[in-house]
């Protein structure tokens, strides 16, 4: 047996001078080692070692921890699904892959779901002033500046360096306090729960209480409230973000001089999600830009895809989005393509939701179903919108991929870290919607 003991990541390269009819199953491997060269570009999170060798005419790598390989060094990083331990890499699989084991106790930041609490600091105010940018007058659109800024997230004692950004749309005109972005480069998540979390998404509070124009719930409730839309969306088995809650400290470090004046401290509720370049890396592929999306025209997502999307929308009692299934002006729906080039849509930002809200908007006639609640109209008006434009396969495809989990989203529900009314909110939201669902969307 030949072994090699290797300091953090080895990679296993198929020579495609070797013919695969060899009567040897490890002829064609070339081993190499990294050791000193590559250092630097290991997270210090890694286990000290990991272990390859032949047995049985087989290549084997024995590992602690998590096992994730590569394509390249510079990643993206994922782990190997259902392995056992030693794992048998098939040289069929891929001319050229690394791989290295992750230490089980440098977990994820969003590895738990219990509330994390962060303190962090930052020109806050003049970055919110700058996003803000005044008052639409209906002829001149205010100019929105959103640059990146630098800042420190303090976690569990420890601070590392972090770039900020505000964004949002329609949400820097109602929140004094807009949402946030977040980037940690790759040497300061070095052996942090970031290391797989190097751009995140920040929900806030939005404001102090009240409503906005278009009907935000303008304070820390609505954080909790959105994370379980998130959840309750993984449940259904969409493609969905990492989602934690979060209890964050901001502590602004803007000048006392500026018109509004900064050096503030506030403490407040918040989500923090995957953005969506996260989220592409994660299954190897990558995340479209904003423009890359205003330029779709064949994205071909599929019509039972996007008719399971709109009817979580129902559920979620969510009129701020826009699907299509060739990709033409989507609204709120990211989108990732895979290796292969297909376009897969990502649903988000449900701040304006009822769900999160409270406040239902209806398309429904007057005339329809007058004798039913609200919430309930609605879910079976748009029900029926959506079957009247699909097949009856597809409705009832979509259909048989709901009802089934009725009782896994109520447990979700009233398990879930939320306010008293909020989960009752959602508990309506649900039982409106598989009511609706049982009427068959007419």
């Given at each position: ?8 990541i080895i990679a ?12 040897d199953p490890?002829?064609?491997?070339i ?9 630097s570009?290991?997270?210090r999170s890694?286990?000290p ?12 790598i024995a590992f602690?921890?998590t096992?994730?390989?590569a394509?390249?060094l510079?990643?993206?990083?994922n782990p ?9 890499p098939?040289p069929?699989s891929?001319?050229?892959?690394f791989?290295r ?14 509330v994390?609490?962060w303190?962090?600091?930052g020109p806050?105010?003049t970055h ?10 209906g002829i ?8 990146y ?10 601070t590392?360096?972090?770039s ?9 005109q109602?929140?004094p ?7 940690i480069s ?5 052996g ?5 979390a190097?751009?995140i998404?920040?929900g ?6 009240g409503r906005g124009?278009i009907?935000?719930l ?5 954080t ?6 998130y ?8 493609l969905t973000p ?5 209890r964050?400290?901001?502590r ?14 506030i403490t407040r509720n ?6 969506p370049?996260?989220i ?6 990558r995340?479209l830009?904003d423009?890359?999306?205003a ?15 709109k009817?979580?929308?129902?559920l979620?009692?969510n009129w701020d989005?826009?699907l299509s299934?060739d990709?033409?002006?989507?609204w ?19 701040d ?13 006639p ?20 959506v079957r009247?434009n699909v097949?009856e396969?597809?409705f009832?495809?979509?259909r ?7 009782s896994?989203?109520e ?6 870290v939320?306010?008293e009314?909020?989960?009752?909110n959602?508990?309506?939201h649900?039982?409106?919607f ?6 068959g969307?007419?």
């Amino acid at each position: 047996m030949l072994m090699k003991q290797i300091v953090g990541i080895i990679a296993l390269t198929w020579s495609m001078c070797q013919t695969r009819a060899s009567d040897d199953p490890t002829a064609g491997w070339i081993i190499p080692t990294f050791l000193a060269r590559h250092e630097s570009s290991l997270d210090r999170s890694l286990t000290p070692s990991v272990e390859i060798a032949t047995a049985g005419g087989t290549i084997q790598i024995a590992f602690g921890g998590t096992l994730e390989s590569a394509p390249g060094l510079d990643g993206p990083w994922n782990p190997e699904p259902e392995v056992t331990n030693p794992y048998r890499p098939d040289p069929a699989s891929a001319n050229q892959r690394f791989f290295r084991a992750r230490s089980s106790d440098s977990e994820s930041i969003f590895s738990s779901r219990s509330v994390v609490n962060w303190n962090v600091t930052g020109p806050w105010q003049t970055h919110f002033d700058l996003a803000f940018a005044g008052t639409p007058d209906g002829i001149f659109p205010p100019r929105r500046e959103k640059p990146y800024f630098d800042g420190s997230l303090t976690m569990n004692g420890t601070t590392i360096s972090v770039s900020w950004r505000v964004r949002g749309n329609s949400s820097l005109q109602e929140c004094p306090f807009p949402k946030l972005k977040l980037k940690i480069s790759r040497e300061a998540r070095e052996g942090t729960p970031f290391f797989d979390a190097r751009e995140i998404k920040v929900g806030t509070h939005c404001a102090e209480g009240g409503r906005g124009t278009i009907g935000r719930l303008r304070d820390e409730r609505a954080t909790y409230r959105e994370a379980l839309a998130y959840e309750a969306m993984e449940s259904f088995g969409f493609l969905t973000p990492r989602v934690r809650r979060a209890r964050i400290e901001f502590r602004d470090t803007s000048p006392m001089t500026s018109p509004n004046p900064g050096g503030w401290v506030i403490t407040r509720n918040a989500v923090i999600l995957d953005d969506p370049e996260v989220i592409g890396e994660r299954l190897g592929g990558r995340a479209l830009t904003d423009d890359e999306i205003a330029a779709l025209q064949e994205a071909n997502f599929g019509e039972q895809l996007i008719t399971e999307l709109k009817f979580f929308h129902i559920l979620l009692g969510n009129w701020d989005y826009t699907l299509s299934l060739d990709g033409r002006g989507l609204w709120n729906t990211d989108v990732v393509q895979l290796a292969d080039g297909k376009y897969v849509p990502v649903a988000g930002d449900f701040d304006l939701s009822s769900w999160v809200t409270e406040k239902v908007l209806s398309n429904a006639p007057r005339d329809y179903h007058p004798e039913l609640p609200e919430l309930d109209r609605r879910a079976r008006f748009e029900l029926s919108e959506v079957r009247r434009n699909v097949t009856e396969k597809v409705f009832n495809s979509a259909r048989g991929r709901f009802e089934p989990q009725r009782s896994t989203i109520e447990e979700l529900v009233k398990n879930a870290v939320v306010d008293e009314v909020g989960r009752t909110n959602a508990l309506q939201h649900v039982s409106a919607f598989f009511g609706a669902l049982s009427k068959g969307g007419e």
